[in-house]
């Protein structure tokens, strides 16, 4: 496997990181980079400067937007953005809704979502799991019953995240409870101004507000808002995932972060006035963690989200297998550099984004733990890492239970 670029993707790759560098705002990719979640108006904001340079959906269809690019050069893409700190493009957007209205919705239905998604003058929210169907998707119970040119949607969503922000959810929903159950499923846009629906916030082991419950109540949805076929939803959700299980393996990110804590690591000093990073045992550990980040990016490149056909390639678990336990085996490394000082977020955790890192207690060393407790999510979200193991066993491998 070749690691050098080509002098045509080196070039390519120059382009992004000037157009990365030079047109999202500094302060906004600092704080990013600095592990602050942006704010939703910084996210729309950043979100529409890419889209005005090309630089949002590039891998949708090349009539909505889509650049027709190399699986290389969408990987240099997804790593130079990661690398910059720019705030990460809404992946309910680019990476969930968008693929599907472009593949599965009928001309009407692209050309009213597909220029607004990608410009994030629509938010959406995904409407998938509920309190008893997670890993077990297909057996969600939210119904929709037609009535003459709508549906009547009643049920709950929950771990909704920035469901709080949202103006439209993509819902899965059960139009046919007496078949197999997932033959019965159908995807279905939902405003959230429609009278019937309530957003109510969960709160995470952080603090933070990212996810909530979505309850609907007799909410009336024009049929028109139907994406594809009636009850062939899960066909539709399964090709979802599979862009979004690729899409959560961030070696842009990893690679940043570690290097932040390798520098972290040559600063914090042990008992003994020698750095932390001096200790073998913390320098073994970012060795192994940078073999591994490269590791996961040959990988990327060997293996992409989607077959063309637009079934799910099983090896995008792979990826988000392998990306969320690195992402969280980084984080805990920057709680154990930040030592006695990554308890301090429980004294004071109301401005822990406004603290510098050259305060005292740094400000990275406080938001470390809250970080490493917020990323215990990434082996759940995108099906839990259980959930992957056992299609790459069965799909990958070609292992049988
Ligand atoms: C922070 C966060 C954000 C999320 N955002 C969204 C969102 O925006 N929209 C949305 O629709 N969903 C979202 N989810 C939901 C997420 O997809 C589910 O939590 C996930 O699929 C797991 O489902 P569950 O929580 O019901 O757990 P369960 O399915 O009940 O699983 C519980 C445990 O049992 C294990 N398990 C279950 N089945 C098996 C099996 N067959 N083999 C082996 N082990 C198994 C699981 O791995 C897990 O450890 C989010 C979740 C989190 C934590």
Same mark, same amino acid.
């Given at each position: ?64 937007? $889509? ?30 809704? *968008? ?49 003459? #040119? ?67 109540? #007799? ?22 995932? $599979? ?19 390798? *520098? ?7 008992? #003994? *006035? ?10 073994? /550990? ?63 955790? #109301? ?37 992957? /193991? ?12």
């Amino acid at each position: 496997m070749q690691r050098s670029l080509s002098a045509e993707d080196a070039k390519f790759q120059a382009e992004v990181r000037e157009f990365m560098t030079t047109q999202v705002p500094k302060e906004l990719r600092d704080k990013v980079i600095a592990g602050v979640a942006p704010t939703k108006e910084e996210t729309v904001q950043s979100q529409r400067i890419l889209n005005a340079g090309g630089y949002a959906v590039p891998h949708w269809p090349v009539e909505w937007g $889509g650049k027709g690019w190399t699986e290389r050069q969408y990987n240099i893409w997804q790593s130079e953005m990661q690398a910059a700190g720019v705030p990460p493009l809404l992946p309910f957007n680019v990476s969930m809704v *968008g693929p599907v209205i472009a593949t599965f919705g009928s001309q009407e239905l692209k050309e009213r979502f597909l220029p607004a998604t990608a410009n994030l003058d629509i938010w959406w929210c995904q409407g998938f799991s509920e309190p008893d169907a997670g890993s077990d998707l297909a057996s969600l119970r939210t119904t929709a019953v037609r009535d003459g #040119d709508e549906y009547i949607v009643n049920g709950q969503k929950t771990w909704t995240t920035q469901g709080q922000h949202a103006d439209w959810i993509f819902a899965l929903v059960r139009t046919n409870p007496d078949v197999k159950k997932q033959e019965g499923i159908s995807f279905l846009l939902i405003d959230m101004e429609t009278p019937g629906i309530e957003v109510r916030p969960i709160q995470l082991i952080d603090g933070g507000h990212e996810v909530n419950e979505v309850f609907f109540t #007799d909410v009336r949805v024009p049929a028109e808002n139907l994406v594809g076929e009636e009850n062939k939803g899960w066909d539709y959700a399964k090709f979802l995932l $599979g862009n979004e299980r690729a899409s959560l393996a961030a070696v842009g990110t990893m690679k940043s972060r570690l290097a932040q804590v390798k *520098g972290y690591a040559s600063r914090v000093l042990r008992a #003994d *006035g020698s750095p932390v990073l001096a200790d073998p045992l913390v320098a073994a /550990r970012i060795a192994e963690l940078e073999a591994e980040v490269m590791a996961l990016e040959i990988t990327i490149w060997r293996v992409t989200g989607t077959s063309g056909d637009g079934k799910p390639d099983p090896a995008s678990s792979i990826l988000k297998l392998r990306g969320s336990q690195l992402l969280q085996d980084i984080f805990e490394l920057a709680m154990d550099v930040a030592g006695p000082m990554s308890l301090q977020w429980l004294v004071d955790d #109301d401005a822990l984004a406004e603290i510098e890192d050259d305060a005292t207690i740094p400000g990275w060393a406080r938001r470390s733990t809250p970080t490493y407790l917020n990323f215990r999510k990434a082996s759940i979200y995108g099906g839990s890492n259980e959930v992957q /193991r056992t299609i790459i066993s069965g799909a990958v491998l070609g292992l049988r239970g």
